[in-house]
Nanobody, 115 residues
Framework: QVQLVESGGGLVQPGGSLNLSCSAS????????MGWFRRAPGKQRELVAT???????NYADSVKGRFTISRDIAKNTVSLQMNSLKPDDTAVYYC?????????WGKGTLVTVSS
């Protein structure tokens, strides 16, 4: 199986930036898609950005133009560069990896955008 560990969350002011990183271990050679989801207080988990092994990228409309996903297949990592952060970006961000049948999840890293 695959284990995912996130890092990079924290407190940032509106308009600021953060970079989140996720590292996969275990048997990551089966992973097709890696990316990020988030869950804000009182809301359902939602997709933020994903990237496949053949470079298909999907962004939520709310983050297009502000967030950039990067993936290093050889190193089994995925990163999320978050710019122009807004208070409604505040959420726990979860790293996700998907093979043909199974979703793997990290424990999450908290991003708080506040003045």
């Amino acid at each position: 199986q695959v284990q995912l560990v996130e890092s990079g969350g924290g407190l940032v002011q509106p308009g600021g930036s953060l970079n989140l990183s996720c590292s996969a271990s275990g048997d990551p050679f089966t992973i097709y898609t890696m990316g990020w989801f988030r869950r804000a207080p009182g809301k359902q988990r939602e997709l933020v950005a994903t990237k496949t092994t053949d470079n298909y990228v999907n962004y939520a409309d709310s983050v297009k133009g502000r967030f950039t996903i990067s993936r290093d297949i050889a190193k089994n990592t995925v990163s999320l560069q978050m710019n122009s952060l807004k208070p409604d970006d505040t959420a726990v961000y979860y790293c996700n990896a998907r093979d043909y049948a199974i979703d793997y999840w990290g424990k999450g890293t908290l991003v708080t955008v506040s003045s």
